[in-house]
C-alpha cells in the first residue's frame, strides 16, 4: 500500500492534515490540528509527527506559510488507505437520477446531462468520454447532396448516436444513382459493427452496384471506406464538459496561472479525450493525482471516473478538480453516476 511506512499516529495526522486542507484551503498548523481534530496528543508531538511527514515526502511547506500542505504522495496515501466512502445520501441519489432521467434522447444527451450534474453536485468540472464506437452496431446509412461534386454521408448508430462526413464524388450525380448506392450500403453494412464494416467493406461492396454510375461511386466506399468511417466517429473527440465556472470559484484558480491552467485544460479536448481513452476500465473507481498523470497540463488536478457500460458501448464519466477535492464525496457521486448511466443506456 502507498502509506506502508506510516505509523499509526502518522496516518492519523496525515488524514487530519488533508481533511483540514480540503475544507480550507489553508496550510495546516500543528496547534489547529490538536484543537479541531482532538488527537489526544499535544501540538508539540504532532508538530513533530508533521515534520516526519514531511520528511517522508508527505507534506510540505509552501514558501509563505509556516503551515504546511499535502503533496500528491499524501493525497495517494489517502484514497488508497484512509479515506471512508460511504453511500450517496438518499437526497443527492434522487437528484442526480431526477436530472439523468429527464435528459433523455441519445448517448450524446445523457452524458452531457451527466457531466453537468456531475459538476453541480460535486462542485468540480463533470466530464464524460463518448463510448469507442468501433463495437457499435450501424442501424442505418443515408446519403445527402450539399452541392454538384459533394455529398454527406449520415451514419445512424445503435443507441441513438448520429455522425456525418463529407464525401467528395467525381461530377454531379443523380438522385437515382444516390438512391442505389444508398440502398447498396444499407443492404450490405447495416447490422453490422463499425469494427466488422472497415475490416470487409471492399469485399462487401465490390461488383455490388447495378449500374455504371454507382459501381463508379461505390469504389469511392471500397478505396477510402475505413478512412471516411474514422473521420466520423472521432468528432469532437467525444469529450462532454460541464460548467468549467463552478470549477473557476475555488481558490486554486483564484490567480492569473490557475486561471490559464483551467482554460488550457477545457480547450485541448483532442489531448483530454487521449488521457481519457487511456485510463483503465472495468468496475470500480479510477483516480489519478497530479503527478501521476505524466502529463504537465493536468499535473494540478486530480480526475476520478467510473466507467459505464452497455452491450459493446463503454466510456467513463467523472470529474476533474484540483488535487485539494473532497475524495469521499466526489468517489460516492461518481460511482453513483456511473451506475445510473449504465441503467439509462442499457
Known sequence: ?????????????????????????????????????????????????????????YLFHPHTSAGRVPSDKAYRAYVDGLMRVRPLPSGAQAKLEEKLRTSGGTIETILLRAAETLGVLTQELGIALGPSLDQTVLERLDLVRVSSDRIVLVMTLRGGAVRTVFVEVRGEIAESVLAEVAMVLNERLSGLTIAKIKGSMSSRLRDAARTPQAHEMLNIFVEEGEQLFDAALSQDAGVMLGQASVLAEQPEFASGEGMRRLMQLTETRQRLAAALRNRSTGPGIT????????????????????????????????????????????????????????????
Open 1 to 57: 500500500m502507498a502509506n506502508s511506512d506510516l505509523t499509526e499516529r502518522e496516518r492519523r495526522v496525515l488524514e487530519a492534515v488533508i481533511q483540514s486542507f480540503v475544507e480550507s484551503a489553508e496550510p495546516a498548523g500543528s496547534r489547529h490540528i490538536s484543537r479541531r481534530f482532538g488527537l489526544g496528543v499535544s501540538a508539540a508531538t504532532i508538530r513533530n509527527t508533521m515534520s516526519d511527514l514531511e520528511h517522508k515526502g
Open 287 to 346: 483516480i489519478t493525482i497530479g503527478s501521476e498523470h505524466g502529463d504537465p497540463m493536468l499535473g494540478k488536478f486530480t480526475v476520478v471516473t467510473a466507467e459505464y457500460r452497455t452491450d459493446a458501448l463503454s466510456g467513463v464519466i467523472g470529474v476533474i478538480g484540483p488535487t485539494r477535492m473532497p475524495y469521499e464525496k466526489v468517489v460516492s457521486v461518481v460511482t453513483h453516476a456511473s451506475r445510473l448511466v449504465t441503467a439509462l443506456l442499457d
